[in-house]
């Protein structure tokens, strides 16, 4: 077992808006909101995520949130994001 296996979730209904921590590996996600000022806004928008962009969970970090586009997010910011669940 790995650091990042220990850390999977399971996977959420499709279609359920989530915050971002509660999302399985390898699961697709459609960002539907931010919990946040217009500085994390920015900041999100230079890592190329925005409200209604998609993006699939990599093995994560401790602590934190990986996306396929190599973006690692840290705990804090991935409780202010929240997501629809596509597949």
């Known amino acids: 077992e790995t650091c990042c ?13 989530v915050p ?7 699961q697709r996600m459609r960002l539907v909101r931010v919990d946040g000022g217009r500085r994390l806004k920015r900041r999100l ?6 409200v209604g962009g998609e993006a699939e969970l ?7 949130v990986v996306l396929a586009r190599g973006v690692a997010l840290g705990e804090g910011v991935a409780h ?3 997501a629809e669940v596509l597949e």
Do not use: C, I
Not at 20 to 26: K, S, Y
Not at 45 to 50: F, I, Q, T, V
């Open 80 to 82: 202010k994001l929240y």
């Open 5 to 17: 296996e220990s850390l999977s979730l399971k996977a959420v209904p499709v279609s359920q808006v």
């Open 58 to 64: 990599v093995p994560r970090r401790p602590g934190g």
């Open 20 to 26: 971002l921590v509660d999302l399985a590996v390898g």
């Open 45 to 50: 928008l230079a890592l190329g995520l925005s």
